[in-house]
């Protein structure tokens, strides 16, 4: 079995390495926000250097920082793909990979070990791509630019990718790791496109992969066993309308920017603004005062990310242009920036433009001032846990109608159900068309499980305290894995990342070390499992 020995550790395959970084960097050259010369200097040391060289574990920190290097973004995996293939040729490990694009990779049983049950890490290979506006990066091409501070790993105006990078990195490393002790089988399933639709664990046949044990590694906080995690819905509204004409009015532009955003399971109760739910309320002050028409009004980017930016153009009578400006600053002074200290909000004329009625402007300023944002309800079972929230998490305007999506998540069916009547009867109380996606369900772990029982062992031992057995208000994989074979048995750990599917992403690099170790002694110890 090839590892890290002292010399791959901080080469990797130096050869291979150099020869596939020099070919990527001539067809897809750095751009970062500061110049960065490409020349063959610059490619070499480029080739042969690490940001995170020297942290620990660091097969753990070198392998991520390669995944850092390879455009992510959900739906557009497979250069990510190619380098799995490479890697896995380089270190003895089977490689495979299904129509939709999910992989899987396997190390063989230690010789007389080939009757210990089979466990395989699971993770995902894409990445949400999120960027603070000023930011001239290139999803499709640009590594992502890593910093170093303050004891975490994180971004320069972009998103990290840490979620879930580090948990691809995580399993690839005990997967060709030398510590390993009379291991069985051991394998690595990464899905595709897990942000934005889980399409890849959908298309997943359960023949694919032979374990019915799963340590998935896509949960984000050190010290903790997440053993349950929610599912969820969504609900479109759509406000057709008719243009009408400009008149004597003048047209205004009112942004929101400049918010934290963040996940919209594991930062959803976090004291954050939406920056939709922001926007019409600005919306609503001033309409109250000065009647307005909705020009446009947008805002999102992706389902699972609280909306950091919107904007909304609108018309006002031109004898109340000024009294309108007015009235925006007036509210945004007045507004809490205890938590959102980098919020701004910019009003300023532009050319008017036709615009929807009176009717269909109050529809979409009313229905999204009184959308529900944040925690519905709490669980029951585990302490400061969501159970059901909403987030209005993308807004456009595009052929003459006004569409809002709601993303909504519930670890409780029945509350998820009412949660589901509560959205729809704002439709209906607005007369504006409502299309539901079906509710999935979330996933819970047998608590009696022999996987689970001995992954807190491990993880105790590693960790020199009792690790906290709780649930995720995100999205988890672990559910539909889970239907695939009635027998699987999973638990779900990972490192601890903050602020994840935002450019304030980053990861904590202290108990990575821990986790690493947890992880390789579980694979030592599956034969307990027999």
């Not at 060289?53 to 850092?68: A, K, M, N, Y």
């Not at 390993?180 to 959908?202: C, H, I, P, R, S």
């Not at 599917?501 to 690099?509: A, G, N």
Request: aromatic share 8%; hydrophobic share 35%; net charge negative.
């Amino acid at each position: 079995m090839a590892g890290y020995s002292e010399f791959s550790t901080r080469n990797l395959g130096v050869f291979s390495r150099v020869y596939l970084r020099i070919i990527y960097l001539i067809f897809y050259p750095i751009s970062f926000d500061t110049p960065f010369a490409l020349n063959p200097c610059t490619i070499l040391l480029y080739s042969m250097s690490y940001i995170l060289e020297g942290l620990e574990p660091e097969p753990v920190w070198l392998i991520f920082e390669d995944l850092t290097r390879i455009p992510r973004c959900s739906k557009h995996e497979e250069k990510v793909q190619d380098y799995l293939q490479q890697w896995a040729s380089e270190h003895d490990i089977d490689y495979k990979k299904d129509d939709t694009g999910n992989v899987l990779l396997t190390r063989k049983a230690a010789e007389g070990f080939e009757d210990v049950p089979t466990l395989m890490f699971q993770a995902h290979q894409d990445m949400v791509c999120e960027k603070i506006p000023e930011s001239s990066h290139d999803f499709k091409r640009d590594p992502i630019p890593l910093e170093l501070k303050n004891g975490t790993v994180t971004a320069h105006g972009t998103s990290l990718g840490a979620d879930n990078g580090l948990g691809m990195a995580l399993a690839m490393a005990v997967l060709a790791s030398d510590g390993l002790v009379g291991n069985g089988q051991l394998e690595a399933l990464f899905t595709v496109d897990e942000e934005a639709g889980f399409t890849g664990v959908k298309n997943l046949d359960p023949s694919f992969f032979t374990a019915t044990h799963m340590i998935n590694l896509d949960s984000e906080e050190m010290g903790v066993i997440i053993v349950s995690s929610a599912g969820g819905g969504g609900t479109t509204y759509t406000i057709d309308f008719r243009p009408q004409s400009v008149g004597s009015r003048d047209a205004l532009r009112i942004k929101v920017s400049g918010l934290k955003g963040g996940h919209s399971g594991v930062d959803i109760h976090l004291p954050r603004y939406n920056a939709l739910k922001l926007l019409a309320e600005g919306l609503y002050n001033l309409h109250v005062e000065v009647p307005l028409r909705l020009i446009h009004f947008e805002g999102g980017t992706r389902s699972n990310v609280i909306p950091r930016d919107a904007f909304a153009d609108i018309l006002v009578s031109s004898r109340n242009s000024e009294k309108a400006m007015e009235i925006i600053r007036d509210w945004e002074n007045n507004l809490d920036r205890s938590h959102e200290e980098d919020l701004e909000v910019k009003v300023e004329p532009i050319g008017p433009r036709s615009a929807a009625p009176i009717h269909e402007t109050e529809q979409l300023i009313y229905l999204v001032y009184e959308l529900p944002y944040g925690p519905k309800s709490w669980s029951s079972d585990y302490e400061d846990l969501v159970q059901t929230s909403n987030n209005p998490a993308i807004a456009e305007t595009e052929d003459n109608t006004f569409t809002i999506q709601v993303s909504s998540r519930t670890s409780d069916m029945k509350d998820g159900y009412e949660n589901q009547r509560i959205l729809s009867e704002l439709g209906e109380k607005y007369m504006v068309k409502t299309k539901q996606r079906e509710l999935s369900s979330g996933w819970k772990a047998d608590p009696d499980s022999g996987l689970l029982n001995l992954v807190k062992k491990e993880y105790r031992d590693a960790l020199g305290s009792e690790p906290e057995v709780t649930g995720i208000h995100g999205g988890l994989e672990c559910g539909v894995i889970a239907g695939l074979k009635q027998s699987m048995s999973i638990v779900s750990v990972g490192p601890t990342i903050k602020y994840p599917h935002s450019p304030s992403e980053y990861v904590e690099i202290k108990g990575v070390d821990k986790l690493y170790k947890t992880l390789e002694m579980v694979a030592s110890k599956m034969y307990t499992l027999r």
